[in-house]
């Protein structure tokens, strides 16, 4: 069965520093990994995606993500954050029959 | 384009009873899936639905069961409800061709329900 963790519940940053939110999946064959990410009021929406090809993907909003295949893992990132940047992000996997989503991680940043 | 619209957006039930909730997808889109999201919880797939048909589910119980329509609208029921069913209840649809081309989610805003 395919699992999704995400290691930081809840991240506090200032603006301009870098981020980077943790995510590591479980499943044996193919994968597609994902961030979605919620903004305060609004609904859940794609930042990245990742199917194949380049490991590393760009998203929306200066994000990008790392496919390291060996690790299982699907960390986010982002060089320099902004205020409004403040949300809810999860990570999700697509590997047999569903798409599976982690518990998410709620950033906020100071202004 | 329109994007994916639930009903209702806010519900109170009581325990026992049967809940129906509604979800119109995106235009173009034929898979719609149906998640549960609980305070605090990232969304748990119940299960989706790809031209009329379950394709895919999750580890919820029977009573928790849907529909898909023709449009590619789709409904949830839960039968008997629970206080541990009380969540945001999300619509998603995509694009897909079934459960490996249903990639790519367009959420609703989500039906929250309270059971007392």
């Known amino acids: 069965a395919q699992s999704v963790s995400q290691h930081n519940h809840h991240v506090i940053l200032s603006e301009a520093a870098s981020l980077e939110l943790g995510c590591n999946y479980s499943?044996?064959?193919?994968?597609?990994l994902f961030w979605y990410v919620q903004y305060p009021g609004q609904h859940l929406q794609l930042l990245l995606k990742?199917?194949?090809?380049?490991?590393l993907v760009k998203g929306i909003k200066g994000f990008e993500a790392e496919f390291i295949k060996s690790k299982f893992s699907f960390n986010l990132r982002k060089p320099s954050v902004q205020w409004s940047d403040t949300a809810e992000y999860f990570c999700?996997?697509?590997?047999?029959?569903?798409?599976?989503f982690g518990k998410g991680t709620r950033l906020h940043i100071l202004p | 384009e329109t994007g994916v619209t639930q009903s209702p957006t806010h519900l109170i039930k009581t325990r026992g009873q049967q809940v129906t909730l509604r979800c119109s997808s995106q235009?173009?889109?034929?898979?719609v899936s149906w998640y549960q999201q609980a305070l605090g919880q990232g969304p748990q797939f119940i299960f989706q639905?790809?031209?009329?048909?379950?394709?895919g589910r999750g580890n919820f119980p029977p009573r928790f069961s849907g529909l898909q329509f023709p449009n590619y609208s789709s409904e949830l029921n839960v039968n008997a409800l629970e206080l541990d069913d009380s969540a945001l209840y999300l619509c998603?649809?995509?694009?897909?061709?079934?459960?490996?081309?249903?990639?790519?989610?367009?959420f609703g805003a989500g039906s929250r329900l309270t059971v007392l």
């Open positions: 998603a649809s995509s694009p897909g061709q079934g459960i490996q081309g249903a990639n790519v989610l367009t």
């Open positions: 235009s173009g889109h034929n898979t």
């Open positions: 499943y044996g064959g193919t994968v597609n």
């Open positions: 990742y199917f194949s090809g380049d490991p």
């Open positions: 639905y790809y031209r009329e048909e379950e394709n």
């Open positions: 999700a996997v697509n590997g047999d029959d569903k798409i599976i």
